[in-house]
């Protein structure tokens, strides 16, 4: 079982740029696909994006294409996203999280990502 911590977020401004970092426990982040979720007040949780064990693949919720970048270093047992170009409706909280078969079975406890006007 892998454990995830997710870390990176804060209070951006708007058009600001932040990157969050997801780090697998025990070597194990090469065994599964990995996607990041959000959760803004008062709304369901929704996903952002996704990336393949290898990296080769990867998809992205209409809403960040173009801003954000998901990438992993299964090297360093972590995965990344990159959020260029934040705007406010982008505050939530973001979650990591693993699968290894078609459901996601693993998640982080979350990090907070605020971006002012």
């Known amino acids: 079982q892998v454990q995830l911590v997710e870390s990176g977020g804060g209070l951006v401004q708007a058009g600001g740029s932040l990157r969050l970092a997801c780090a697998a426990s025990k070597r194990t982040l090469s065994r599964y696909a990995m996607a990041w979720f959000r959760q803004a007040p008062g709304k369901e949780r929704e996903f952002v994006a996704a990336?393949?064990?290898?990296?080769?693949?990867?998809s992205y919720a209409d809403s960040v294409k173009g801003r954000f970048t998901i990438s992993r270093d299964n090297a360093k047992d972590t995965v990344y996203l990159r959020m260029n170009s934040l705007k406010p409706e982008d505050t939530a909280v973001y979650y990591c999280a693993g699968r290894s078969t078609t459901t996601y079975d693993y998640w982080g406890q979350g990090t907070q990502v605020t971006v002012s006007s």
């Open positions: 990336i393949g064990r290898t990296g080769a693949y990867t």
